[in-house]
């Protein structure tokens, strides 16, 4: 059975920093594309970032120089360091792990930028 588990979410101030991680299991980890995607309240699910299983990195404009994803293949897990967050960066973020026809998500962790 395939499953995703975030951590890392929070409270964080404007301008800090937080590190999302996902934890995989049930797949063959380094043969899956993994991405960051994030919803905001009445918004679609949108993707933030993405690196695939050969470790090439993609990002939506609004992130790019704050956020890097990253993986560990030894430890079934993906990362996202995020850093200068805003409030705009406010969202649950979602895991997800995609080979070929094969998408998988994870249940999501709520990120909230605020003073």
């Known amino acids: 059975q395939v499953q995703l588990v975030e951590s890392g979410g929070g409270l964080v101030q404007p301008g800090g920093s937080l590190r999302l991680s996902c934890a995989a299991s049930?797949?063959?980890?380094?043969?899956?594309?993994m991405g960051w995607y994030r919803q905001a309240p009445g918004n679609s699910r949108d993707l933030v970032a993405v690196i695939t299983s050969g470790g090439s990195t993609n990002y939506v404009d609004s992130v790019k120089g704050r956020f890097t994803i990253s993986r560990d293949n030894a430890k079934n897990t993906v990362y996202l360091q995020m850093n200068s967050l805003k409030p705009e960066d406010t969202a649950v973020y979602y895991c997800?792990?995609?080979?070929?026809?094969?998408?998988?998500w994870g249940q999501g962790t709520q990120v909230t930028v605020s003073s």
């Open positions: 049930g797949i063959i980890f380094d043969t899956y594309a």
């Open positions: 997800n792990a995609q080979r070929r026809a094969t998408t998988t």
